[in-house]
């Protein structure tokens, strides 16, 4: 079992920066892939942005350039820093992890969410 734990979100002005961390409960080398997702009342849930465990990273055509995704290994969390924030990224943010165990089951895993909202 993993838990994730999402810290960070809040209140900007349009321009603005924010950094959203996502603690594990265990090594997220350990993890397959460590990712940022976000939800609006009106959208389904979108993957915004992925690390795998090798490093490997990847974003959503609609952040890149903007949001960059990093991780602490000491610390067991995730970053996704955020700037030039617009409305438009206004959602529910949520980190998810995935992990394989020994005989090869994969499990997923979501942390609460928090809430980011960019004013006009």
């Known amino acids: 079992q993993v838990q994730l734990v999402e810290s960070g979100g809040g209140l900007v002005q349009t321009g603005g920066s924010l950094r959203l961390s996502c603690a594990a409960s265990?090594?997220?080398?350990?993890?397959?892939?460590t990712s940022w997702y976000r939800q609006t009342p009106e959208k389904q849930r979108e993957l915004v942005a992925v690390?795998?465990?090798?490093?490997?990273?990847n974003y959503a055509d609609s952040v890149k350039g903007r949001f960059t995704i990093s991780r602490d290994n000491t610390k067991n969390t995730v970053y996704l820093q955020m700037n030039s924030l617009t409305p438009e990224d206004t959602a529910v943010y949520y980190c998810?992890?995935?992990?394989?165990?020994?005989?090869?089951?994969?499990?997923?895993?979501w942390g609460q969410g928090t809430q980011v909202t960019v004013s006009s």
């Open positions: 998810h992890a995935n992990r394989r165990d020994g005989s090869g089951l994969l499990y997923y895993y």
């Open positions: 265990r090594s997220i080398l350990s993890l397959n892939a």
């Open positions: 690390i795998t465990s090798s490093g490997t990273t």
